[in-house]
């Protein structure tokens, strides 16, 4: 068990190393004849940021932790910012949304139903599965308790079928929850789909390691399967084709 244990940590390492090699901003899907969208994804501490752009216009898709703030901006002042998406109302995704809100002068989207994490993580406590789930929860439940997101002031709610063209860009809102109730994900021209942590690639893809509510996280797992063939962009770890 113990063993297991050092190998999973071992993995994470390692993983999180090679992460550090790679660029910290890194483009996919740029334009072409059957994309018009190009998706960036911003690497963050331990977590990603998406730049959904198409021309000048951009959607942000999670807004990283505090520690990040100056690299998202640095990102996001390449573009005419429309709006901020959080795929779910955790501070490694949420912090930064109500400063961003008004430094760019747009609305951040969520889901409804995490509206109350905003008062407190444990109104959706977290569980697990697996060694992996067991690490990350771990190191991360005490920061998840401690750290209060702030709640923009300019927010709209979405719901599934939303569609974001008002932005200027060709992507769908998709409910997934699970991770938390009001987990999100964005399909961007039926060919991406940005997950959030319903999903993970921690050390390989799969069913998020923490939810919420079990039986919603494998429904969400279960309707990503069925979208089809999509480029997968995960809250934690490397894009990868389904
Ligand atoms: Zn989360
Ligand atoms: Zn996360």
Known sequence: MKKQLHFIILILCLSGLCNCKSNSVTQFAKGGESSMNTITRIKCKTDNCYLISEGRNAILVDTGSSQSLDMVIAECDKYDLKLIVLTHVHFDHAENAAELSRRYGVPVA???????????????????????????????????????????????????????????????IVELPGHTNGSIGVDVEEKHLLVGDALDNWVFPGMGHLYYNLEDIKKSYDKIKGLGSRTLYFGHGKPVKQ
Not at 145 to 151: L, S
Request: glycine letters at 8%; hydrophobic letters at 35%.
């Open 110 to 172: 969520f889901h409804k139903a995490d509206e109350e994490l905003f008062e407190s993580f444990d109104r959706q406590p977290l569980k697990c599965y697996g060694l992996t789930g067991r690490l990350v929860l771990g190191l991360s439940l005490k920061v998840l308790r401690e750290t209060k997101v702030e709640r923009p002031a300019n927010i709209i709610y979405v719901k599934d079928g939303d569609s974001l063209s008002e932005y200027g860009i060709n992507a769908k």
